[in-house]
């Protein structure tokens, strides 16, 4: 149920925005969703609809971008954006990520892209 409570956190965020902008009807949510959230945007779609059902914002689309995920390298000190090897199966290709792309070492900590942040709600507004 993670989609869920993040789907349900976003509708009451974009509720409260929408509330207190005099909205009429919200026709778009824009989210940008950290590589490690693990959010699937389908799934995260999916529950959106759920949760926005008999609110201010339902029927509103959600527009989802997807954000690398920075790591930090304790070995040789690369800081930046994860690299994952497109010929990866799926299954280890979210395992992938924690290596350090320069030197390959495991010994990373994650320094960005656990977030999720609602950019920009797109409304109409009463006249
Ligand atoms: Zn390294």
Not at 42 to 70: C, H, M, P, Y
Not at 81 to 93: F, I, K, W
């Amino acid at each position: 149920m993670h989609e869920f409570s993040a789907a349900c956190s976003i509708v009451d965020a974009a509720v409260a925005a929408a509330e207190s902008h005099n909205v009429k009807r919200v026709t778009s949510v824009n989210v940008e969703i950290g590589e490690f959230t693990f959010l699937i945007p389908e799934q995260l779609e999916f529950n959106f609809e759920i949760a926005s059902k008999d609110t201010i914002i339902e029927g509103a689309t959600l527009k989802i971008t997807k954000v690398k995920g920075r790591i930090k390298c304790q070995e040789c000190g690369y800081e930046g954006e994860t690299r994952v090897d497109p010929e990866l199966p799926p299954q280890l290709a979210l395992f992938a990520p924690m290596k350090c792309p320069e030197c390959g070492s495991s010994s990373t900590v994650i320094i960005g892209g656990k977030e999720f942040v609602i950019t920009n709600i797109e409304a109409e507004v009463e006249e």
